[in-house]
């Protein structure tokens, strides 16, 4: 590129931006090397112009960092999913146990557990049946779901406060 100027410039890179060149700067271009090469220079700038208006690919950087995010999001979704299934063992496992251990015992006891939960269902249908009875099956009862349910709801719980539930 030279270093000249020409009192032309400003009109040939007018008439460059606009598209229209009428007679007096298409002569000007044709003997003036100076403004000849502004032109090209316009043409080839704008050229590049038009290509940077075409669509860009995401920054990599934005991705690794959006990929790093979903990662550590499947990974805490895994762990809490391992968490909830050990909760959930940690505190159904010892309520069936419970309810096992107390079949156990009632068989060692001479008490057949299928004739228990017949006498069961009849003393809940009945209004003048053994209160202790019922009492003893709605515990049973009660300890098993809530075995099975409170570990659920605890895990259930931390996954809704990080969004995961």
């Known amino acids: 590129m030279r270093n ?15 598209g229209y060149w009428d007679a007096d700067v298409s002569r ?4 003036c090397p100076v403004c000849r090469e502004i032109s090209e220079v316009s043409e080839q700038i704008r050229t ?5 208006s075409a669509p860009t690919l995401p920054d990599p950087d934005l991705l ?11 990974a805490a979704a895994r762990a809490l999913r391992r968490r909830m299934r050990d ?7 010892p309520a069936v146990g419970a309810a096992w251990l107390l079949l156990e015992q009632m068989k060692a006891a001479g008490v057949d557990p299928s004739a228990w939960i017949q006498t069961l269902a009849s003393a809940a ?9 019922v009492a003893l099956a709605a515990f049973v009862s009660g300890l ?3 075995g099975l349910f ?13 969004g995961l539930w």
């Not at 909760?87 to 496992?93: A, E, H, V």
């Open 4 to 18: 000249e100027t020409c009192p032309y410039e400003a009109r040939v890179l007018a008439a460059r931006r606009a």
């Open 144 to 146: 098993v779901a809530a």
């Open 125 to 133: 249908a009945n209004p003048g049946a053994s209160a202790a009875i």
């Open 48 to 52: 590049l112009g038009s290509l940077a």
């Open 87 to 93: 909760q959930t063992l940690r505190y159904g496992l």
């Open 28 to 31: 000007h271009l044709e003997q």
């Open 64 to 74: 690794w960092v959006r990929a790093r995010i979903a990662a550590r999001q499947a």
């Open 150 to 162: 409170i570990g659920r709801a605890v895990v259930a719980r931390r996954l809704r406060s990080v």
